[in-house]
């Protein structure tokens, strides 16, 4: 296959849902005597005779050796199931997926491990099917359970384990064993936050020796930051692919909901109780007017009106913020009340806050706001993509030059400088 580590032509994965089974126990037995005395048998299967679903459907595409390359898409957009057919967990029902390299999978919970089995046991065991000697292992072998932070579990079954020390060991095995190509699923978010993040480091030490890393994960920050390609699946198919930030834009352009400056009030999305809502949220220039395209260094006031039912006081706490996300979805910054030093303890029945940001640090994009009210876990009301609008270029620094490129990042700094002579200090 020369320099591709994989060739996916024309792949497609029928699954048959409800179709009769031999009955293997005496519970099953019993289970379906019961169901023909009630008449029940006859049902199941005309219900369930032709529930047949493609969970891929002429999948195509080439992964480059060391390459790094994130799959992302909806849930039941197929991701998991291609990563089991690379896996050989499962086989094709059309068309064939072609390997370069040993493989290293690290899916749901529970594949790979036999329960019976201690952590100990369990490493040789997964050694051994990747095709490496007694040495090898050895070799390894203090370095994957210093990863996997078990040493005193090293000798119980792994059927004792809980889900996160089983993905601990599961992804020490999968990394730490050399494989050509690491596959790992939205598994590790089983994990604890540091132990996610060692992960990734992990991973993109594999990347960074040459082999080739294919990753599922919702998380668009660990995409973005990880891999260099993506693969965008929607309804069993390859929706687009290419260069990873062309990939989530793309992917974002078909899942964010684009309401910019509608009544909040009309949106049915919304978590929370509700004891507040928002009713209406908008953006205003200097000269008071609402907009949607503002320019980096412009004066801008984000405005919030929201229902209480009742007066209320709250304690002092974080119960308003806005969250800002690029058009990557990433977030920028956080507009808070309580961080800032504001004070709006006290809501009457209804009401208005605005918060003004007198020159807007931001380089040209598309930007969202997240808005949410609450008080610890409560949550009284909460609004994904609440608004959208645009920044375009503008004299941020007052010198006449404009920055326009998000290559340093996409906030501006006010700044100043000056020469410090030797005489100076």
Not at 45 to 55: E, K, L, N, P, V
Not at 215 to 220: E, F, T
Not at 269 to 290: A, L, M, P, Y
């Amino acid at each position: 296959m020369g320099d591709i580590a994989i060739k996916i032509e024309n792949v497609s994965k029928e699954y048959k849902i409800g179709l009769a089974k031999p009955h293997n126990t005496l519970g099953e037995q019993m289970a379906d005597g019961f169901k023909s005395l009630f008449g029940l048998n006859g049902h199941r299967q005309r219900s369930h005779q032709s529930d047949r679903i493609w969970a891929l459907k002429n999948v195509s595409f080439e992964v480059k050796k060391g390459d790094v390359v994130g799959i992302i898409g909806r849930n039941g957009a197929g991701k998991s199931t291609l990563l089991k057919i690379l896996s050989r967990i499962t086989e094709p029902t059309e068309g064939r997926a072609g390997i370069s390299g040993r493989v290293g999978s690290l899916l749901e919970v529970g594949t790979g491990f036999q329960p019976e089995l201690t952590g100990r046991e369990n490493i040789y065991l997964s050694g051994a099917l990747l095709g490496m000697k007694k040495a090898e292992l050895d070799g390894k072998f203090d370095e994957i359970v210093a990863f996997a932070e078990i040493g005193k579990f090293l000798d119980t079954p792994v059927k004792r384990y809980s889900s996160g020390m089983y993905v601990r060991l599961a992804f020490a095995v999968a990394a730490h064993l050399e494989p050509e190509i690491l596959i790992v699923d939205e598994v590790l978010a089983v994990g604890d936050f540091a132990f996610q993040n060692k992960c990734l480091g992990k991973m993109g030490d594999v990347a960074k020796e040459g082999r080739t890393v294919m990753v599922v994960s919702h998380d668009l920050r660990t995409i973005l930051n990880l891999c260099m390609s993506g693969v965008l699946m929607g309804s069993g198919r390859v929706e687009a692919m290419g260069a990873v930030n062309d990939v989530v834009r793309a992917y974002l352009a078909r899942t964010q909901i684009q309401q910019p400056q509608a009544n909040l009030m009309e949106r049915t999305d919304r978590k929370g109780d509700g004891r507040i809502r928002f009713t209406d949220f908008w953006i205003e220039n200097r000269e008071g007017e609402r907009v949607s395209i503002v320019r980096s260094g412009d004066s801008i006031t984000f405005v919030f009106e929201y229902l209480c039912h009742e007066h209320a006081v709250f304690p002092k706490g974080d119960y308003l913020t806005a969250v800002l996300k690029d058009s990557l979805a990433q977030p920028i910054f956080l507009l808070s009340p309580y961080y800032s030093g504001g004070n709006l303890s006290v809501v009457r029945p209804g009401g208005r806050w605005t918060c003004t940001i007198d020159s807007l640090p931001l380089l040209p994009d598309r930007y969202t706001v997240r808005l949410w009210l609450g008080v610890g876990e409560q949550h009284f009301d909460s609004i994904e993509n609440a608004a959208t609008f645009d920044v375009v270029e503008g004299d941020f620094f007052g010198t006449g030059r404009y920055l326009r490129s998000k290559q340093y990042g996409p906030v501006l700094v006010q700044q100043t400088w000056r020469v410090a002579n030797e005489r100076d200090g």
